[in-house]
């Protein structure tokens, strides 16, 4: 007596679905899971998207545009004189949002960092600044400032609506790419 074995195949997937899933749905899913998850990773803490609002840094990043960050510039070397940067005030907030300063790097720590009306002085020294277009109209109050360890001096390249700060090396998130 010769007894015949059934064998469940499941039908081949064709068309489309083969396309878009493949052979192995299973398998399919993990990536998409893992893409998905390195995606939000990536635009969460590497590449992170920003749009420029205000006008302090024109002409060269002007309001309305988008940017990218490197959130991981500095993960293995330090800020440099001239980096345009991405910081972030604890505490302050616009519409219930928390929001990045985009500013340049002009101070480093352990620097004396004057200002007398629009123009910067390193330790005594005019710092040449070709990025800088607009100069006040009004002359700006004077400034001295001696940075600690880990601070550097962050301000605008347009220098007639511009703000500018000390940020300690732990606010600033990132390199604007380009």
């Known amino acids: 007596q010769i007894m015949e074995e059934a064998i469940l195949l499941k039908p081949p997937v064709t068309g489309w679905a083969r396309i878009l899933i493949g052979q192995r749905p299973k398998r399919t899913l993990v990536r998409i899971l893992f893409l998905v998850l390195g995606i939000t990773l990536l635009s969460r803490y590497c590449v992170i998207p920003v749009e420029i609002q205000g006008a302090s840094m024109e002409p060269r990043y002007l309001e309305g545009r988008w940017n990218l960050i490197n959130g991981l510039a500095y993960a293995f070397d330090t800020p440099k004189r001239g980096d345009v940067v991405a910081a972030r005030r604890r ?37 040449e600044e070709p990025y800088v277009r607009f100069l006040p109209s009004r ?27 000390v940020f300690h090396i732990r606010q600033i998130v990132g390199r604007v790419l380009f």
């Open 139 to 165: 002359r700006r109050e004077r400034f001295t400032l001696q940075l600690e360890e880990n601070q550097y001096f962050l301000i605008g390249d347009n220098r007639r609506v511009t703000g500018d700060g």
């Open 91 to 127: 505490g302050q907030m616009v519409n219930g949002k928390g929001f990045l300063f985009l500013k340049r790097i002009i101070g480093l720590p352990g620097e004396t960092v004057r200002g007398i009306g629009g123009r910067i002085y390193i330790n005594g020294e005019a710092l």
